[in-house]
C-alpha cells in the first residue's frame, strides 16, 4: 500500500455503471481499485443523460452530454470536415469546448494526483490535461490502429481503402502522442503490449493491466441459485453469446452463429437454443430470429447472469478485435464451460482442452460443443480449470496486485 494517498480522475466516454459490456467492465474494475489508494472521481463524456444521478462508492461524478447543442464554430468546424478526409470523425465527436470547460474546472476543484484517459477517443482532452500539475494513464482498451487496419482489409473499392488508410494514419498519429505524453500506458494483455511497441517503438514501456472481474458477483450461478432466463431452463443444449452489435468483430461472430454454425449444430442436437445477448440487433440478427424459432435475441439486458445460467456452453466465435475477452472470464467465473476461435480467447493465459475449447472452424465448433454435451468428465475438468484460473489471475484482487506496484511507482516520480 502506498505511503501517500493518489486522488484519481478518471475520464470516460462510457456510462461507469452498472457495467454491462467489455469497456464498461475494465474502467468499473479500475475505478474500483484505484479507490484503496484515495478519492476517486469519474467525469463522462458521452451522448444522453446517465438514468442515475449517482455512482456506487463514488462521491464525485461528473458528466457532459454531447447530445447538447455545439457551439456554432464546432458545427461549423464538423460541415467543413469533409474537406479533411484525413481526419476520423469519431475522435473529433467526442471533443466538445463546454466539456473542456467542465475538466478545467474538475481539474482546478480537485487537484487530482492522477489522471486516466480511458480509451484513444478522448485524446483530444490530453493538452487540457497536461496544463495542470498530475500523471496522466492512458489505459488502451484496444490498439485502435491495429483494430483499424483489419477494417481496411475488409475494402475492396479503391476510394475507401484510401480515405480509411489516411484516417489510420491520422488515428496511428493520435494514439502516437497519447502514448509518449503519457507518464504510463496500460494494455489489457502481452500481446496489445507487442502490438503496441511493434507499430510505434520498442522504447515505450506499456504495461499489462489485465481485465479482471469481481468473481464473487458470478458466485449465485456458479453454486445453481440463480435462475436462468427464458426456457432456456428446460433446455439443456443451450448456447450462449454475449456481446455489443456496435462493435462490428461482435456483428460478424452473430452472423458466423446464425448463418454458418447454428444449421450445423441443429442437426446433431435438434432442440438447440441459441441465445445472443447485448444491444443494438444487426438486420441480419433480427431476420434470423424471425426466421429460426430456436435462436433468440434478448437485446439489451439489465443482467447477464440470468443468461449465463441458461447455458450450457458460452460460445465466443470472434475472428477480429483486440483486448481481453471479458466475456469468457464471466463465463469462467459463472462456471460455464466456453468454447472459442483463437482471436476469441487472445490475450488470456488459457489452454485448449483444460480451460475451454478452441477451434477456428465451423465444424471444428461444432465438435467443441458436441464434446461438452457429451463428456461429463470434459466438461467438469474445463469448468474447475478455468474458475481456478479467474480466480488466481483474473479475478478483482489479483488485477490489484498488478496496479500497485505501478501507482506506487507513478507516485514516487514526484
Same mark, same amino acid.
Given at each position: ?188 494483455? !502481452?500481446?496489445?503490449?507487442? #502490438?503496441?511497441? @511493434?507499430? +510505434?517503438?520498442?522504447? %515505450?514501456?506499456?504495461? $499489462?493491466?489485465? &481485465? ?46 446464425? !448463418?454458418?454454425?447454428?444449421? #450445423?449444430?441443429? @442437426?446433431? +442436437?435438434?432442440?438447440? %437454443?441459441?441465445?445472443? $445477448?447485448?444491444? &443494438? ?134
Amino acid at each position: 500500500m502506498l505511503n501517500t494517498s493518489a486522488r484519481t480522475l478518471f475520464i470516460t466516454l462510457d456510462l461507469p455503471y452498472p457495467p454491462r459490456a467489455g469497456a464498461p467492465l475494465r474502467n468499473w474494475q479500475n475505478i474500483n481499485l484505484m479507490k484503496q489508494y484515495g478519492d476517486v472521481a469519474v467525469l463522462s463524456i458521452f451522448k444522453g443523460q446517465p438514468p442515475e444521478k449517482t455512482l456506487p462508492g463514488i462521491e464525485n461524478w461528473y458528466h457532459y452530454d454531447l447530445g447538447q447543442k455545439r457551439p456554432l464554430k464546432e458545427r461549423l468546424e464538423r460541415r467543413l470536415s469533409v474537406l479533411q478526409p484525413w481526419r476520423y470523425s469519431y475522435i473529433d465527436w467526442f471533443y466538445t469546448q463546454p466539456a473542456v470547460e467542465l475538466l478545467k474546472q474538475i481539474l482546478q476543484d480537485l487537484k487530482p494526483s492522477i489522471v486516466v484517459f480511458e480509451h484513444l477517443w478522448l485524446c483530444r482532452y490530453l493538452r487540457v490535461v497536461q496544463g495542470y500539475p498530475c500523471k496522466i494513464i492512458f489505459d488502451e482498451h484496444n490498439i485502435e490502429a491495429d483494430l483499424f487496419e483489419q477494417k481496411i482489409h475488409q475494402i475492396i473499392e479503391s476510394l475507401p481503402k484510401i480515405k480509411m488508410n489516411l484516417q489510420k494514419n491520422y488515428i496511428q498519429s493520435m494514439e502516437r502522442k497519447m502514448a509518449y505524453k503519457s507518464d504510463q500506458i496500460w494494455v489489457c494483455s !502481452q500481446s496489445d503490449a507487442d #502490438k503496441l511497441q @511493434q507499430r +510505434y517503438g520498442q522504447n %515505450l514501456n506499456p504495461h $499489462v493491466v489485465p &481485465n479482471g472481474i469481481n468473481v464473487t458477483n458470478y458466485e449465485t450461478v456458479r453454486n445453481g441459485q440463480c435462475t436462468p432466463a427464458f426456457e432456456a431452463q428446460f433446455n439443456p443444449h443451450t448456447l450462449v453469446f454475449i456481446g455489443t452489435f456496435c462493435y462490428p468483430p461482435n456483428v460478424e461472430a452473430a452472423q458466423f452463429l446464425t !448463418q454458418e454454425f447454428y444449421p #450445423k449444430i441443429k @442437426q446433431l +442436437y435438434p432442440n438447440t %437454443l441459441l441465445i445472443i $445477448v447485448g444491444k &443494438n440487433s444487426p438486420p441480419a440478427l433480427t431476420a434470423a430470429t424471425q426466421k429460426e424459432p430456436g435462436i433468440l435475441w434478448t437485446g439489451l439486458v439489465e443482467d447477464v447472469k440470468p443468461y449465463l445460467a441458461a447455458a450450457s456452453v458460452v460460445i465466443t466465435p470472434l475472428f477480429k478485435g483486440g483486448g481481453t475477452r471479458l466475456k469468457i472470464l464471466e463465463a469462467f467465473a459463472a462456471g460455464r464451460p466456453v468454447v472459442s476461435t483463437t482471436k476469441g480467447a487472445e490475450g488470456l493465459e488459457v489452454e485448449t482442452q483444460k480451460h475451454l475449447l478452441i477451434d477456428d472452424t465451423v465444424e471444428g465448433m461444432v465438435d467443441a460443443v458436441n464434446q461438452f454435451w457429451s463428456n461429463p468428465t470434459l466438461y467438469k475438468n474445463c469448468v474447475d480449470n478455468a474458475y481456478n484460473l479467474v480466480k488466481t489471475r483474473y479475478s478483482w484482487e489479483a488485477v490489484a496486485d498488478k496496479i500497485q506496484p505501478l501507482i506506487q511507482k507513478l507516485i514516487s516520480q514526484d
